[in-house]
Each structure stands twice: as C-alpha cells, then as structure tokens.
C-alpha cells in the first residue's frame, strides 16, 4: 500500500524509499511488562526527518479499539503520556506513572501526513498483584444443595487460587488445603459437616490475596428420643425422659402430655426440664431432659411429647413417650 504511494514520489526519495522498508520489516510486535507506578519508555521510533514533512504519532489501543493518540505536539493525561525526544532522534513514548488502565497496544507511526507507516508495535502489559473486593463474607446454604463458592480476584498475570478450609469439628485453628484450584469452589450435595470457615489464596509473582468465607449450612430439625417406653410403679422417684432435638437454625423444645397447648412448665413443684446445648462434639443439637421430682402417681401413668417448635411458635417435630405401669408379677 504504502509503496505504491510512494511512486508518486519523486525518484530522488527511492533511497528513502528502502530505508521504509527496511523499517517495516521490524514492525512485529513486542510484548513488554510493566507495573504500576513506574516510568516506562516505549520505543525506539525513530522519526526520518530527511523525509518532507514527516512527522511521528503514537496510537493508543485498547480492546481492540483506538483510543487516543499522542504527537509532539499533544500529550496525553496532562502530560502524564507524551512523546520524549531523545538525542539519537528516536521519539519514544514515555508513561510517568504507569497506571493499570494503561494496557493496551501501542503503535508508532511515521511519515508524512496521509503517508503514515507502522514503525513500532508493543503490547503494554501492566501487571499487578491480585485483590479481592471483600475479605470476609458469610453464606448460608441449605443441606443437600450444589453450593458454589467464588473467589474472583483480579491480578495479571491471572492469579493462581487454591481453596483451604479450617475444619469447626476438629476444633482446629489450621487451615487445610482442599487440593482444589480454580476461582470456583463447588460443593455437592451439601452436608451439616460443612458448616467451616472456607479461604481462598490468590497469588501472582507480584503478591497475594486471602479471602474468608463463613458456610452455614441449615437444616430441618431431627427430633429423636432416648426411649419410647418407659415403666414405672406409684411412688417412684426421679423418673427422666430425654429428647434429642439437630437443627440450623436451632428450635425450641417444649413438654406436654394430654392437651397439646399445655406445656408442661419448667421448674414446677412435680417436674424439671434441663436443657443442654451441645454444638461441639454433636452439631447443633439440644438435648432436653424432663425430670419427675415427685413420686409418680396414677395420673403420672400418660403419654409424654416432646415436640420442637421454631421460634415463630410453629410446630416442626414431635415424638412421644409413653410412661407405662410395670405390669404386677
Ligand atoms: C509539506 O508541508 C508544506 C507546508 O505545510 C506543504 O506546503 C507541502 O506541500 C508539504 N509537502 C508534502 C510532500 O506533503
Ligand atoms: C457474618 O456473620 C457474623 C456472625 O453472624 C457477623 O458478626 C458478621 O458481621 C457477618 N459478616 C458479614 C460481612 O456479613
Ligand atoms: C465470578 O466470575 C465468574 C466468571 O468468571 C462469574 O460467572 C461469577 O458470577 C462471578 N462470581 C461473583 C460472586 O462475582
Ligand atoms: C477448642 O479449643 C479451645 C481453645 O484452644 C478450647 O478452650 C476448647 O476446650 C476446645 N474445644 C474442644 C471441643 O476441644
Ligand atoms: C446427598 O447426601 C445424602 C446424605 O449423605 C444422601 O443420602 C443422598 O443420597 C445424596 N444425594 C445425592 C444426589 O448425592
Ligand atoms: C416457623 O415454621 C413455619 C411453618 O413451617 C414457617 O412458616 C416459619 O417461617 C418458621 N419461622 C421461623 C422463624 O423459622
């Protein structure tokens, strides 16, 4: 294209002619790095100035797109982009400081006006360290569900991202490495067991990023007693019932026997109820304990429910007890 222009001109230009092409001959482009907050240069282009009225010109792209230019005569960003002439002649583009918005492809070109040749062709690279718009999160998962955990941090080169977890049960403070890499963590059929405190590690030549995520995972209440049928004789002292209530979010337990709206209250003179959490050893499990602190007596001789109810009063499970009398021998 460029050489059938340059026909027109005159034959005293040929030499020159050849000095272009020799220049064109180098114009694949270059990859270069760079970092933020650096000066970088750019180059070399050198202009021909024994060519009529040639003059250099430096294209932005971006995305495939040109976005801005830069000549002797109009730098860019307040100066911050701007050709610098060095003594050799050689009009280099020079970024003081670099920043990340700065990658793009950069093309010199020289010539007359109208007659401009690609000279130089770099690919700007502005690496960074990877970074994670949050530290902290908490997500809340249902059993049995296909969780996905993301870990989208930025950094170029593309960060590496390697996903631990810190096990709650093993009352562990290490985290362990899950063997899994990628900005994605997936988790199947989701269990109680992974209610854990999941990190995700980016990490690129120039730095590294943590990431916490805080799983719970909720659950219908499973509500079991310890046994069904228990015996007893008037007078007996100290007869206890237990049930065991697992559930996220945790439910209330209540007593009843005969009417199903009146609870047997705590503390009374004939009965006691103990609860006791334990979130350690079990998962979320409370255990309730009814206690008959005065001898059993005819009436005492019923059928006993447990039954837990959310927090909204609601009922979600209940299981019976029956106290029977021990048969006569
Ligand atoms: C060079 O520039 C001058 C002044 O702007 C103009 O008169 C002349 O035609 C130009 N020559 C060429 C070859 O473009
Ligand atoms: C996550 O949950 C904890 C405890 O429930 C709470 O203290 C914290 O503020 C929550 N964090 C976020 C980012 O919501
Ligand atoms: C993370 O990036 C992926 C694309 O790589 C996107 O599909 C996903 O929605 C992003 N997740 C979050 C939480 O931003
Ligand atoms: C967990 O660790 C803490 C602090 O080290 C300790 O006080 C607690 O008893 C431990 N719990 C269990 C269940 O091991
Ligand atoms: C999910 O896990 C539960 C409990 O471990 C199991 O009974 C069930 O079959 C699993 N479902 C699938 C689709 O894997
Ligand atoms: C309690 O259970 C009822 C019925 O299942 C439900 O509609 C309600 O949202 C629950 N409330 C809470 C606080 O879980």
Redesign the pocket.
Known sequence: MYYRNSLKFKLTLTTRIILFLGVVTCTGSQEIKTQIGKREILGPCKNDKSVLNSSVMWEVHKDGKKTYTVTEKRSFDGGRVRIDTNPYGESNLEINPVRKTDTGRYICKTGPTGNMVTHTNIELIVQFGPKLSWE???RTMHEGETGELWCNASGIPKPTIEWFRKFRVNNDTRYENIGISGNMLRIHNITRYAKDIYKCHASNELGSAEGFI?VDVLFPAELEVFEEELQGVNGDLNVEMACAVTANPMVNIVWYKGDEENHIQENNWKYKIQNEDDMKEYYYTTISILKKVYPLEHADFDTYYCKAQNDTGHDIASKAINLARRPEK
Do not use: P, V
């Open positions: 902290s999160i908490n805080n």
